[in-house]
């Protein structure tokens, strides 16, 4: 799947393909930024190495395990500093999500855009989804009023077609874009860029970027 989909969201979206797990629907398979089932609350400390060449003792682990997730995360985070061709690739929150903000500015660079996509061909894709397994859980109905009052805030701020997200299937449809495949919204635009500032906040920790 390769949609041309110029949301910051698009990237992973087509990772998600690219490893065979559901595209869009944040079941309990769906990570690097969005568990319809994590709780997304920091935890106190951190193993392994968090230097950018650091080694970590890899992902084994069970879900919901913050420090196996960290760790997984820091697998892939590796491997689009190496294999990815992306040397400047952020590390993780201390929560093990990926810090898409940071992400987004980078795939924008020259010679980058492959930051947000899982490198060139999804090359790092094992190391995504080895990640997206180990995601902490959280509750389904908060995801989703979370991303219902970051659409009625980017409305508010200006960006009125921006849609709300519907729950289907017990799974969380991210809204956005009413039309990605032929974007109405122009991500680039400063009014937008001012709109996703003003409205970070209403985003629980995981999302920014999913929708």
Same mark, same amino acid.
């Given at each position: ?5 110029? =949301? ?18 944040? =079941? ?10 994590? %709780? ?17 003792? #890899?992902? =084994? ?5 913050? #420090? ?32 898409? %903000? ?28 080895? @990640? ?16 219902? @009052? ?12 921006? %849609? ?22 122009? %991500?680039? =635009? ?22």
């Amino acid at each position: 799947m390769d949609l041309r989909i110029p =949301s910051r969201a698009a990237g992973r979206l087509r990772l998600a393909a690219l490893v065979a797990l559901p595209v869009l629907a944040l =079941s309990a398979a769906c990570g690097g930024g969005g568990d319809p089932l994590a %709780t997304g609350e920091e935890i106190a400390s951190v193993p392994g190495d968090t230097a950018s060449g650091g080694e970590h003792s #890899g992902n =084994s682990g069970k879900r919901g395990d913050q #420090g196996a997730f960290y760790d997984a995360q820091m697998d892939y985070v590796q491997c689009m500093r190496g294999k990815g061709g992306v040397k400047d690739f952020p590390d993780p929150k201390l929560s093990g999500y990926l810090d898409w %903000t940071k992400i987004d500015e980078i795939s924008r660079k020259p010679g980058n855009e492959e930051a947000s996509k899982g490198g060139k061909n999804g090359v790092c894709g094992k190391e995504m989804s080895a @990640a997206m397994r180990l995601e902490p859980k959280r509750d389904v109905q908060k995801q989703y009023e979370s991303m219902l @009052a970051h659409a009625a805030c980017m409305r508010k701020n200006g960006v009125s077609k921006f %849609t709300n997200p519907t729950l289907s299937g017990g799974n969380v449809i991210p809204g956005g874009d009413p039309d990605p495949a032929a974007s109405q919204i122009d %991500t680039s =635009s400063p009014a937008y860029k001012q709109a996703r500032q003003a409205c970070k906040d209403k985003l629980l920790d995981g999302l920014d970027g999913m929708q």
